[in-house]
C-alpha cells in the first residue's frame, strides 16, 4: 500500500497540478509574454506586436517588420489554503514565487518569417507545511516542461493570408515529496497496522521522487486579415507525450516510538517495537530502498481561435477561444521496478477558456491594456486534491507597453480569483468512489502575476 500511495503521488505530480498552477488549467501555463497576458492571454487573432506571437500563433511572424526579439519572465505568487469539515482547521499552503521565462526571435522578409522560441507552457510548484494533514497524498511537488519551437511562417495572400508552423521539442522534470502513512503498511503477518490499532495519518517515513523526460510534438498556425478592420486567427499545438522510464523514488524511515499493542490477529507480535518491524524495509531489498518507476504522461493539445477588431481609433479589441485536451487524464498507468503495476483514476474532461483584450495607444504610442479571462476547470469533483484543488478560474489583467525607439518594455500584472471549491485529502482507489464520500474539506486558491518583457525591432 505504501508503493501504490507513491504511485498516486508520481503521476499526480508529473500529469496533474497544483496551487502552483492556478493561473491556468490544471498545470497549464498562460505566462507567455507580457503583452498577451495584459490583454487577457488574447493573441490568436489579434497578435501582439512581438516575437511571442510565436506561440499566440505560430502564422503571425509574417506580421512582423525585419528582426524582431522578445525575451521576459513572470513571477508568479500564490496563496492557498485546505479547510477541514469536522475540525475546521485552516491549513496554508507554502508556495515559493515561480519565474517562469520566455524568450523569441523573429525575422520577416519577403513574404517569409523564420523564428524560435523558448516558453514554458506547462508547470507547477506545490507545497504545503511539513505538518500538513495531506502530506500522505503530496507534501511538494514540482513539475517544469520546456518547449523550444522553431517555427517557419509564410504569407500566402500578400497583406492577407499567412499560415505557419513548426515542431515542438519539449523537456520535462518532476520532483515530489510525500509522508508514508504507517495505518496502511502491511506487518509480518499480512495485515496492516491500522487492523493493529494504528491511527491513519501515523507518519513512518518520507517518500521523494526525481525524474525528467524528452517529448516532439508540432504547433501551426493560420492568420488572416479579413479586412481592413478584421483580423481572424487559429492555432493548434499537440499533445506531446513523455515517458519518464528512468524516475528514481528513494526512502528514508521516520521513527514513531511506538509498540505493537496485544491483538488476537497477531499475538506474536505483541510488545515489539513498530520500528524495528519497518526497518528491513528502508534496506536491502526491502520495499521502500531506492528504485526506478516509470510512467507516461501526455501534455494535452491547445486549438485556439479568435478574432480582432481595430475599428476604433488608436483601439485593438480581441476575443479568443481555446480548448484543452485534458480528457488524456482518463487513467495513468505507472511501472514500479519492483511491486506491482498501478494506474490512477482522474476521469478528466476536456477544458475551454473564453478571453477577451483591449489595447489602446495613448499619444499615438503607449499602449494601455486590459483584459479578463475565464477558465473552466476540466478536473471532476472527486479529484480535487492536495496535488490538484483545480477550480475554475477568473483573470483579471492590466499592463503597459513602452517604446524607446527601437526597443520597449511591456509590464503587466495579473490577478487570478477562484471561489473555492471541495476536494479530498486520502486516495481514490476504485471508480464507484464519489465525491460525496471522499472529499472532506475545502480548498481555496489566488495569484498574484508580475510580468516584464523587453522587446527589439530592427
Not at 57 to 64: K, V, Y
Not at 84 to 110: C, K, L, S
Not at 389 to 412: E, K, M, T
Amino acid at each position: 500500500m505504501t508503493l501504490h500511495r507513491l504511485t498516486l503521488c508520481l503521476m499526480a505530480a508529473a500529469g496533474l497540478a497544483a496551487p502552483g498552477a492556478a493561473r491556468a488549467q490544471a498545470f497549464g501555463l498562460n505566462e507567455i509574454g507580457t503583452c498577451a497576458l495584459a490583454r487577457g492571454f488574447t493573441g490568436t487573432g489579434a497578435p501582439c506586436r512581438d516575437a511571442s506571437v510565436l506561440y499566440w500563433n505560430p502564422a503571425g511572424g509574417t506580421t512582423l517588420p525585419g528582426l524582431s526579439v522578445y525575451a521576459g519572465a513572470a513571477a508568479v505568487s500564490l496563496d492557498g489554503d485546505f479547510t477541514a469539515d469536522f475540525t475546521g482547521r485552516e491549513e496554508n499552503a507554502d508556495i515559493p514565487t515561480e519565474v517562469p521565462p520566455h524568450a523569441f526571435v523573429n525575422y520577416a522578409r519577403n513574404r517569409l518569417a523564420l523564428g524560435v522560441g523558448v516558453y514554458v507552457p506547462y508547470g507547477l510548484t506545490s507545497q504545503w507545511e511539513d505538518d500538513f494533514t495531506g502530506r500522505f497524498a503530496a507534501q511538494r511537488a514540482s513539475l517544469a516542461t520546456i518547449y523550444v519551437q522553431p517555427t517557419v511562417a509564410y504569407e500566402v495572400v500578400p497583406g492577407r493570408v499567412s499560415v505557419g508552423g513548426g515542431p515542438v521539442i519539449g523537456h520535462s522534470s518532476v520532483e515530489l515529496r510525500q509522508a508514508l502513512d504507517l495505518s496502511t503498511a502491511r506487518t509480518p503477518a499480512g495485515i496492516t497496522f491500522g487492523q493493529l490499532g494504528i491511527a491513519p495519518g501515523t507518519e513512518f517515513g518520507r517518500a521523494s521522487l526525481e525524474g525528467d523526460a524528452w517529448g516532439l510534438g508540432f504547433h501551426v498556425g493560420f492568420h488572416m486579415r479579413a479586412s481592413e478592420n478584421l483580423q481572424l486567427g487559429a492555432r493548434y499545438l499537440t499533445e506531446v507525450k513523455f515517458a519518464y522510464d528512468d524516475a528514481e523514488a528513494r526512502f528514508t524511515q521516520t521513527p514513531t516510538n511506538l509498540v505493537v499493542n496485544s491483538n488476537v490477529q497477531a499475538p506474536f507480535l505483541a510488545g515489539v517495537p513498530i520500528d524495528q518491524l519497518l526497518a528491513g524495509q528502508f534496506t536491502g531489498s526491502g520495499a521502500l530502498t531506492q528504485q526506478q518507476v516509470s510512467t507516461e504522461i501526455d501534455h494535452p493539445f491547445q486549438f485556439a481561435v479568435g478574432l480582432g477588431y481595430t475599428g476604433l481609433a488608436n483601439t485593438t479589441l480581441a476575443l479568443d477561444y481555446e480548448l484543452f485536451g485534458w480528457n488524456a487524464f482518463a487513467t495513468l498507468p505507472v511501472n514500479f521496478e519492483r511491486a506491482p503495476d498501478r494506474s490512477l483514476i482522474e476521469n478528466y474532461g476536456n477544458g475551454w477558456a473564453i478571453r477577451t483584450g483591449v489595447e489602446y495607444l495613448l499619444l499615438g504610442a503607449l499602449a494601455a491594456r486590459a483584459g479578463f479571462s475565464f477558465a473552466k476547470t476540466p478536473a471532476p469533483a472527486a479529484t480535487v486534491t492536495p496535488l490538484l484543488p483545480d477550480q475554475d478560474r477568473y483573470n483579471y489583467s492590466v499592463g503597459l507597453g513602452i517604446p524607446l525607439g527601437r526597443f520597449g518594455v511591456d509590464l503587466g500584472y495579473l490577478i487570478v480569483d477562484t471561489k473555492g471549491r471541495r476536494g479530498r485529502i486520502v486516495e481514490r482507489s476504485s471508480e464507484s468512489q464519489t465525491a460525496a464520500q471522499l472529499n472532506s474539506g475545502f480548498y481555496r486558491l489566488n495569484a498574484n502575476v508580475f510580468s516584464a518583457s523587453l522587446k527589439a525591432q530592427f
